[in-house]
């Protein structure tokens, strides 16, 4: 049997790029196929997705402005052209079927397989789906969701497809191993800062404005700030009283073994980290992004309600704050072991081997 030909399209960000990869690695495990993923020369795919093993071909990014200005009158020539790219991309690879995650990448993808008259399936990674998921969910019956009740047409749950690595990690496990590689103490308490794929401006300023007294109360912070936010405040620092440690690093390409050295991390809540630390049980506060659809503020809705992780907005994380919270948390041992178990036990582990599936019975080639 010839390998089936799929096209993935999704960018931007991890939280595009990593289901796009953990659904593509599942294939390959399933069955004979020929992938070929899309993305734009703007985002994270141009470096993790060929970091992977994948094959990427490039589109023109076309972002959608939210407000009515000069840029939105360009959009439908600038649009349509992206279609013409994305189906010059689909002839050439033959594609039988087209994988999406959403994000400005996957707009013209869809409608070029939609002028096609390929099959579609999509996944949406947030609680709110975004503007290319909601019109190609118009006209494809195979919408898969990570969040219950994510307001889709044919929306079906199957969680978050994530990387092998991530699903099946032990923390407790791969710990000593991983502060080993972050430079991190042995023992004590690790708090694990990200603010996804490019960093959190506002994070960012609250760690380094609690750093000093974190560090004084014995907890070691391990700090992802985005590549762009290294600077001459952002340096390793090790209190000389209680031998905590403060480690910056720009970007960290497995974050399994960021998870692994932690205790507890302080993040924003996009899909990607709020259902990765969930399936690792590790305890997180969630600092939704304070713009954007209202996804974030969304997405960790199940963890809160059960107990298992905290949200605090933007606007109020302080310095003094982050700093009594998280003593607070790793003054309380047993509540922070009562989250990480709950966290487990919420999360679904199995979407990458769902989704995958999915794709291929939409195929016709069922494993």
Partial sequence: ???????????????????????????????????????????????????????????????????ITPELFSVPGRLGRAVAEA???????????????????????????????????????????????????????????????????????????????????DRAAGRAEARVIFGLPEQ???????????????????????????????ISILHVLGPANLTEETVAVTDPETGAGYRPVGYVDEMGQAYAAADLMLGRSGAGTVMETAMTGLPTIFVPLPHGNGEQARNADFLIEAGAGLLVPDAELTADRLTAMVGDLFGDPARLAEMSGTCRRLAPTGAADALARLVLRVAGRPD
């Fill in 1 to 67: 049997m010839t390998a089936l030909p799929i096209v993935l399209a999704g960018g931007g960000t991890a939280g595009h790029t990593s289901p796009l990869i953990a659904t593509a690695e599942r294939l390959r495990e399933l069955g004979e196929v020929d992938l070929l993923c899309v993305g734009t020369p703007k985002g994270l795919e141009t470096r993790v997705i060929p970091a992977a093993g994948l094959e990427l071909a490039l589109i023109p990014p076309v972002p959608l402005p939210r407000r």
């Fill in 87 to 169: 189906g010059a991309i689909l002839r050439r690879h033959r594609a039988e079927v087209v994988v999406g995650f959403g994000g400005y990448v996957s707009l013209p993808v869809y409608l070029a397989a939609w002028r096609a008259k390929l099959p579609i399936v999509l996944h949406e990674g947030n609680a709110v789906p975004g503007l290319a998921n909601k019109v190609a969910a118009r006209f494809t019956p195979w919408v898969a969701t990570t969040f219950p009740g994510t307001p889709l047409p044919h929306a079906q749950q199957v969680g978050l497809p994530v990387r092998a690595a991530i699903a099946g990690l």
């Fill in 188 to 218: 004590g308490p690790v708090l694990l800062v990200s603010g996804g794929s490019q960093g959190a401006r506002s994070l960012n300023q609250v760690v380094i404005g609690a750093r000093t007294a974190l560090l004084a109360a014995g």
